[in-house]
């Protein structure tokens, strides 16, 4: 029943017109525990990273305190092709939907980041 919910939630998002300004939408970053200091840092590498690629639209972070279900936010951004970010809290990150996988960010000093990619295993 959830995998059904998620379904209809990501495709009603694809009908949504896509953003032509940088946008970044953020989850769960109000009980993340990080100082505002912390998330102001993270959401300015990311932005940065985006205006360096030449990317104007929307993407999306999530704070994952680990085994939190974002299947359905993955989802919509799979299928409205927004890049989407975890920064991770705890020991590994949040499991997603089949045909898609967290991938580290190495370039990001904690070492905590990742962007959601196509799982080529799948």
């Known amino acids: ?12 998002a694809t009908l949504k017109p896509k953003s032509n300004q940088l946008e970044i939408q953020t989850y769960y970053q ?3 525990g990080l100082s505002e200091g912390e998330i102001y840092n993270i959401i300015k590498w990311l932005t940065e990273g985006f205006l360096e690629a ?10 994952d305190v680990g085994n939190q ?8 951004a799979v299928l409205r092709e927004e890049p989407m970010f975890l920064y991770r809290l705890g020991v590994t990150p949040s ?11 190495s370039q990001h000093p904690s070492l905590r980041l990742y962007q959601l990619v196509p799982d080529e295993n799948c």
């Open 54 to 63: 030449g990317y104007h639209g929307r993407g999306h972070l999530i704070f």
């Open 69 to 76: 279900n974002i299947q359905d936010l993955t989802l919509t």
């Open 1 to 12: 029943m959830q995998g059904l919910k998620n379904i209809v939630s990501g495709l009603i």
């Open 30 to 32: 109000n009980s993340c």
């Open 95 to 105: 499991p997603t939907q089949a045909g898609v996988k967290w991938q580290l960010e």
